[in-house]
């Protein structure tokens, strides 16, 4: 067991688990996502979700981890004997999933980022029209999101302290500094305030059923839960920490950071008058335009920094969702770690390339027919997040009827001794035991049907 790895400390676990919540989910879909559900009432709920909902998850699914010491797999299946790890399985595979549409995306970014510093993207007229060729053309993104899966599967073949902690430990501080000099930027924008407003201030008949899924969906999705990312992270983790209080530091700088990303997005879309962009293609479009704007020298240094900033906020969420099956693979086939992670990484690109090719390239796979007329992508990851909510809840009565939740509340007293007695103790029993599976429950369903058959049939 001893030759598994573990983090070096509470600062390496803090940011590593931070870095895998801050992604693309934070930058590139949190803004799409406020700016389709009314912005302000968006922001709200999505705060709600992470911290009466998500948090307590976290704090499970770490002690979870921590307690066994193993892969998500092997940590359920240790904990809860007989079939419960197959709940591991689902993680894995639902991680696998995320990861192969995922590092599309990523692709991308790193695409965009290359092309805006060293190409000549920034003299482009029509940037709804570029953005909607450029993912259709295969031939380079193959190669850029090929890249992104090197990347990754070169950290996490490092193991867990030289790869992934290390990783963490230059990405994240770079990735706040480009983040809030970028805010800096755009609210020096002219209308930068009509942006704010529209951001901050909220219409509370803005918030529809529509509001509340994508929106509990997103926290779940943010914060990397309920597939077990942070059962493989919490097993390594050391005794001596406090769980409870990192994941209250990993909540906050997750949320914030999509909090910051709408401050820097919004000013931007109110400049050029780009309210009407909805969608996956949010930043791609009205941010290099902006840029673009900006004249061929800042538009190039600010725009690269900002796809950087991206690319850095993926890397670190791809290097999590890599490590959650190459982590079962070490623990339960005792394969060496080397041959697992390019094995998976290989693997998983494939498995992406439906995805890739979605965007238009294959019609029959840009309009599914059982799926809304909707892209395969969109299906895949639409698909994921459901598997996240389902997953939580099912995590939560794992605890509440299997594991037990006083074994839950001793592993976390260890490295937080005024635990017990505390307010935040009596918060998260009831949420796990009560609040969270039944929500989860029935949100899950009623997403489900939402998906495939749309719920304003019934709730207007
Ligand atoms: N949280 C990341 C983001 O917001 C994505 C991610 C990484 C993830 N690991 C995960 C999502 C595990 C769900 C589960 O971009």
Redesign the pocket.
Known sequence: MSNRGSFSGRLGFILAAAG???????IWRFPYLAGQNGGAAFLLIYLICVFALCFPVMVGEIAIGRNAQTDAYGSYKKLGGGKWGYLGLFGILA?IF?LSF?NVVAGWAFGYFLEISFGDLLNQTNYGQYFGNYVNDISDNFWFSLGFMVFTALIVSQGVQKGIEMANKIMMPALYIILLGLIVYSLTLPNAIEGVKFYLIPDLSEIKTQTIFDGLRQAF???????G?LITYGSYVSKNQNIVSSAAVISIADSSVAFLAGLMVFPMVAAINAYDVQGPSLVFVVLTEVFHNMGPIAGRIVGGSFFLLLCFAALT?TV??LEVPAAYLVDQKKLPRKTVVWGLALLIFVLGLPSMLSQGMIPFLNKLSFYKERDFLSFVSDMCDIS?TVGGGLMCIFIRNRWKIANMNNELAIGNPTYFGSLLKKYIDFAIMWLCPIILGILSILIIIDKFWGIEKIFG
């Open positions: 895998s919540a801050v992604g693309l989910g934070n991680g995320i995922y999705f943010s914060l990397s839960l309920g597939m990312a969420s999590s969702l996240l």
